[in-house]
């Protein structure tokens, strides 16, 4: 029984240490995904003429209220790619995901509820990165009320 390798277990392991890997047994392969690379150009983050829209994209009035510190630097691209990732994991049946990241990306997105738990040392790999996990109850249970909307929003455009 042959088994494909994540690019995590090609490029990381090495750096995993000692810790819990009951998800990547034999029988969880199937619930098991790696996002890889969500990464967003710089030309694209800073186009021309989009100061006076510090989302860069245009979202429909909303209840939820945003402070200025909080427009100012929520990374709202990157967490549009995890609300989207989420919700294709979740219609794919996948239970558990790792992600290689920043950490400070990860304490960042914390802050929104999305609660990856970091699994290995920092590595050089593309950066200074670590390998962070998250499963679908940590995902759901953390999840910020003000992001809820949003991830609703997000997840009905991919399903429809």
Same mark, same amino acid.
């Given at each position: ?39 967003? &150009? $710089? ?6 003429? %989009?100061?006076? !829209? ?5 979202? &429909? ?7 200025? %510190?909080?427009?100012?630097?929520? &990374?709202?691209?990157?967490? $549009? ?24 990306? $990860? ?8 609660? #990856? ?14 390998? #962070? ?7 759901? $249970? ?13 997840? !009905?455009?991919?399903?429809?």
């Amino acid at each position: 029984n042959h088994q494909l390798k994540l690019p995590f277990e090609v490029n990381c392991l090495a750096s995993l240490g000692a810790v819990d890997l009951d998800f990547l047994a034999n029988d969880s392969r199937t619930s098991l995904g790696e996002l890889s690379r969500l990464a967003v &150009p $710089a030309t694209f983050r800073r186009r021309a003429g %989009e100061g006076s !829209n510090p989302y860069g994209i245009f979202l &429909p009035e909303s209840q939820v209220e945003f402070s200025i %510190e909080e427009i100012r630097y929520f &990374p709202f691209i990157a967490v $549009a790619l995890y609300m989207a990732s989420a919700s294709i994991s979740l219609s794919l049946g996948i239970k558990y995901v790792v992600v290689m990241m920043e950490p400070r990306l $990860a304490k960042h997105l914390s802050r929104y509820g999305i609660c #990856f738990k970091q699994i290995s040392q920092v590595i050089d790999y593309h950066g200074e990165r670590a390998l #962070f996990y998250i499963d679908n109850p940590t995902l759901i $249970a953390n999840f910020k009320p003000e992001l809820e909307e949003f991830f609703q929003f997000v997840d !009905n455009q991919l399903n429809n």
